[in-house]
């Protein structure tokens, strides 16, 4: 490819570490795609003849169904899939093939090749979480009046519903596609005609290409448009947000599934057993999707600690953005599946949950609330009264909804019957009815809204 300059073929270990067609033959599909795009734009300008240009888009073609039938012959010596591409070219119409090259350099090639995957990438993993999320508010519909408790510190803090509960994974899903969709907007400008970096004295028309491959308009310098990989940082940034959710929700999942929890049974399909314990049921796919978050953030620092020290505009160390990217995107849609399958697989021991939501006197806060609401006490005072209930209730060995009236009485004397609507589980969940409570009721407002958005 530089031969006209060099006089020696590389040595084997510069060979070695040059070569990245292994990774990047992943951008062989928009390799195709900007070929077109460019090649198309030639013919248009009539920087390339009709013959040549038809001979270059026909061998394209033939590239293509090779890559699709699994017999394109890939090959170390062409050093990527640029050139892999230009070779095979070049055997299958001559000369030609070598006007393809006008005005493009392999830098705005392979910017646009990976801006183009990054771009695809997004969209799949949009469509994916809004899969997960369809999945979360189906369970949330069956189980809207299903009691279990809420925590804080991981200790029960007041009784919420298992619908409520899987919502909130569905909103924070939704900011992780919003922010897939924010980083597809400012990826979406195209490189191509930014050529090595300076531009091209050729009449190009880039308006023409970006438009033909889908962005919205070129990139406005040339020197950004070689050297840019923040849409790439930014894609990681997200794919590293949403790992974080997942994660967190198979933490759950983990331990909701233990026999001190006992909240949710995972059939066989998504566990496993031990090799040397008979009776463990693990919850592996969950701790996988745990574990995967890992591999996102690495990758987040890996292009990072790349990029830091670049001058503009492109440098041989930018050959190693692609491997992260794909790492990262095929970690969190593998995720995102995994955790889609564990969504409609989960199997809550609705019993077990009602009996665990008035655990720790939960409805504590509820006693609180009704004081200042029945009897007119200041907050502070109430709450005063109701930890000096919930001492003499832990002291007795009960319940708060099964102290004595006479108890509570001792307490605060105004205390009256009343008092007792509000200390079960149930009427403490019921009566969060405020907008995003975790009232049945308004659960199922939310199961609608999100029901309505996912559709539209």
């Not at 590389?10 to 070929?35: C, E, F, T, Y």
């Not at 999942?253 to 040397?276: E, H, K, N």
């Not at 009996?355 to 009897?375: K, P």
Request: some cysteine.
């Amino acid at each position: 490819m530089w031969g006209g300059r060099f006089a020696a073929r590389p040595d084997s270990l510069m060979q070695a570490i040059n070569v990245s067609v292994h990774v990047d033959k992943r951008l062989a599909a928009q390799d195709l795609a900007g070929s077109r795009a460019h090649a198309g734009m030639l013919l248009a300008q009539g920087i390339v003849s009709a013959d040549d240009g038809a001979a270059i888009l026909g061998g394209l073609a033939t590239i293509e169904r090779e890559i699709a039938a699994g017999v394109f012959p890939w090959r170390p010596e062409f050093e990527d899939v640029h050139m892999n591409v230009e070779a095979r070219l070049s055997e299958l119409i001559g000369p030609a093939a070598g006007r393809l090259h006008t005005a493009r350099s392999r830098n705005d090639q392979v910017a646009a090749d990976f801006r183009l995957w990054v771009r695809e990438a997004c969209d799949r993993t949009i469509d994916q979480i809004e899969t997960v999320q369809r999945a979360l508010l189906t369970q949330a519909e069956a189980h809207a009046d299903t009691l279990m408790p809420g925590f804080t510190h991981l200790q029960p803090a007041q009784p919420v519903t298992f619908g409520h509960h899987l919502l909130a994974y569905v909103e924070m899903l939704n900011r992780d596609a919003g922010r897939f969709a924010d980083a597809r907007i400012r990826l979406n400008e195209c490189p191509l005609g930014a050529a090595a970096l300076a531009g091209s004295p050729f009449p190009i028309d880039r308006h023409a290409v970006a438009e033909a491959l889908g962005f919205d308009e070129p990139c406005a310098n040339s020197l950004d448009a070689v050297s840019a990989r923040d849409f790439a940082l930014e894609a990681l940034a997200a794919t590293t947000v949403c790992g974080t959710h997942l994660s967190r929700l198979a933490e759950e999942i983990v331990l909701w599934s233990t026999p001190q929890f006992g909240f949710v049974r995972l059939s066989d399909a998504f566990s496993t057993g031990s090799s040397i314990m008979p009776q463990k049921r693990n919850p592996d796919a969950a701790e996988l999707v745990r574990g995967k978050v890992g591999r996102m953030l690495g990758a987040f620092t890996a292009l990072a600690m790349v990029m830091k020290g670049l001058p503009l505009a492109y440098s041989k160390d930018m050959q190693e953005d692609k491997p992260p990217v794909f790492d990262a995107f095929d970690a969190l849609e593998l995720s995102l599946a995994a955790m889609t399958g564990m969504v409609a697989d989960l199997a809550p021991d609705v019993e077990r949950m009602a009996a665990a939501a008035g655990a720790g006197y939960s409805t504590a806060t509820d006693l609180a609330d009704w004081l200042v609401r029945e009897l007119g006490l200041p907050f502070r005072e109430a709450h005063h009264v109701t930890g000096a209930a919930v001492k003499r209730a832990e002291a007795l060995g009960l319940g708060l909804d099964a102290l004595a009236l006479e108890e509570l009485r001792a307490l605060e004397p105004r205390v009256h019957p009343g008092v007792y609507e509000v200390l079960s589980p149930r009427a403490s969940a019921e009566s969060r009815r405020s907008y995003g409570g975790t009232a049945p009721e308004q659960v199922r407002v939310q199961i609608a809204r999100w029901k309505e958005r996912l559709q539209s």
